[in-house]
């Protein structure tokens, strides 16, 4: 997509991004300074050692966080010129996310899990839509239980179909295969990334996993709060490489 003069215009976009925690000789700068775009259909992967700033950057992009200074427009939109029923309404409609722990509810079922966003939208499940996302992730006969009765996989599928029930611009998966073994890991990331190659959705994954970040587009890579490389279309091996000369700087 272009904009009238010319620019590309991302689904997402981050503009000298900056969050501070406290003050003084205490204070601490979480993310300092990041200007990034997410195109439609790219998948990206974050990595950097603990502590540097990928939980808080992925908080900023999901407008659960407020930036200390700097923006961030998802479709062109700046959250923080959103009131708080627009921004719940954006990341409701816009933003889906994939969790390490899953977060489904233990009283409903895999369905009324999936449904969730929906209802409380207010708005009516497309039956057809439903059973294209269920069939696509392997869950049709797995409908009618309860968390505790699906695997890690089935768990994190569910919260994958969730998550793209309603087609959202963009979505953000913070460390989604750390609590699968490898096989559902390996699973899941394929889905994530024929949801950016085929269906277009941009994607943003926080993983300490070299391999999982090879499922990716590209990799950035984060320390002290800023960015401090990119790689395209990776080896593990190269990405093995980049986290340790990042951590050689901390
Ligand atoms: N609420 C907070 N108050 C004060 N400091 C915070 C807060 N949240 C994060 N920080 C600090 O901001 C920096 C970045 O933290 P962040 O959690 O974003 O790192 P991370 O890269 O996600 O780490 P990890 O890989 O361990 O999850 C750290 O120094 C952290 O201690």
Request: proline share 5%; aromatic share 2%; charged share 25%.
């Amino acid at each position: 997509m272009n904009t009238p003069t010319g620019q590309r215009s991302s689904t997402l976009r981050t503009v000298d991004l900056v969050r501070r925690y406290g003050v003084g000789e205490t204070a601490v700068t979480a993310v300092a300074g990041v200007s990034l775009g997410f195109e439609p259909a790219q998948f990206t992967a974050i990595m950097g050692p603990s502590g540097s700033g990928k939980s808080t950057l992925m908080n900023l992009l999901a407008g659960l966080d407020t930036p200390t200074s700097g923006s961030v427009l998802v479709e062109g939109q700046d959250l923080a010129r959103l009131d708080d029923r627009g921004l719940t309404r954006l990341r409701r409609e816009r933003i889906g996310f994939v969790f390490q722990a899953f977060n489904l509810l233990p009283a409903l079922t895999a369905e009324q899990n999936i449904l969730l966003p929906l209802r409380l939208a207010g708005q009516r499940p497309d039956r057809d839509r439903l059973d294209e996302v269920v069939r696509s992730l392997r869950l049709g006969d797995r409908l009618g239980h309860r968390p505790t009765e699906l695997s890690g996989g089935q768990q994190q599928r569910v919260a994958l179909a969730r998550a793209l029930l309603t087609r959202p611009a963009v979505l953000l998966a913070d460390e989604p295969t750390g609590a699968l073994d490898v096989t559902n890991g390996r699973e899941l990331l394929e889905r994530l990334r024929t949801a950016s190659s085929e269906l277009g959705r941009t994607i943003v994954m926080v993983t300490h996993d070299p391999v999982a970040a090879t499922y990716a587009d590209r990799v950035l890579l984060m320390s002290d709060g800023a960015l401090h490389g990119t790689l395209e279309h990776p080896t593990a091996e190269q990405v093995l490489a980049a986290v340790a000369r990042a951590e050689s700087r901390c």
